[in-house]
């Protein structure tokens, strides 16, 4: 089985040879529908990897390096299917270097002062940010990606061109 969204994000490969085909994975879902936790064996880094997120890392937002873990993408395609919770990356950066750049951007500041956690790994969500974040918030969130996509309802959103374009 392979996903429209997928597929798409693949087509872009065919035409770079610096990018890097990425999946950003809630670690919950995955785990909920398959029964068993994302490991960094998959050649993944977990975004919770620091305390006390540490703690709850499996249940949160995972990066995963397509190349070097193709026997996941199968099952990421399925879970993308099932639940709102697989999204695909093409960047020119490195595992690590994504992974810190969404780990930055991770905590937004409301205007009560508090801090609260962007979900940004869940393609739901990824349509409401695309209204709701400016400019500027949109570029800081999106700038190191060439393209972001996702499956919602039956159609693929594109959380960098902020539309459905298919």
């Known amino acids: 089985m392979s996903s429209l969204s997928f597929r798409l994000a693949a087509q872009h490969l065919i035409h770079s040879t610096k990018l890097t085909l990425f999946s950003l994975v809630d670690g919950l879902q995955y785990e909920r529908h398959f029964g068993e936790e994302l490991s960094a064996q998959h050649a993944a880094i977990p975004l919770f990897d620091t305390w006390p997120d540490s703690r709850i890392a499996f249940a949160g937002p995972w990066i995963i390096q397509l190349c070097e873990s193709m026997e996941i993408r199968e099952k990421l395609c399925t879970l993308e299917v099932a639940l709102p919770s697989v999204s695909w990356i093409l960047s020119p950066l490195r595992l690590s270097d994504l992974a810190s750049h969404f780990k930055k951007n991770m905590n937004i500041g409301l205007p009560n ?3 609260a ?3 940004f790994q869940d393609p739901r969500v990824q349509v409401r940010l695309g209204e709701m974040l400016d400019s500027l918030q949109h570029q800081e969130l999106t ?3 060439q393209e ?3 499956t919602v309802g039956d159609r693929v959103w594109s959380f960098k061109q902020r539309e459905f374009i298919c």
Request: hydrophobic fraction near 40%; aromatic fraction near 8%; avoid cysteine.
């Open 148 to 150: 972001w996509l996702t």
């Open 113 to 115: 002062g508090r801090t």
């Open 143 to 145: 700038d190191s990606v």
């Open 117 to 119: 956690l962007l979900r």
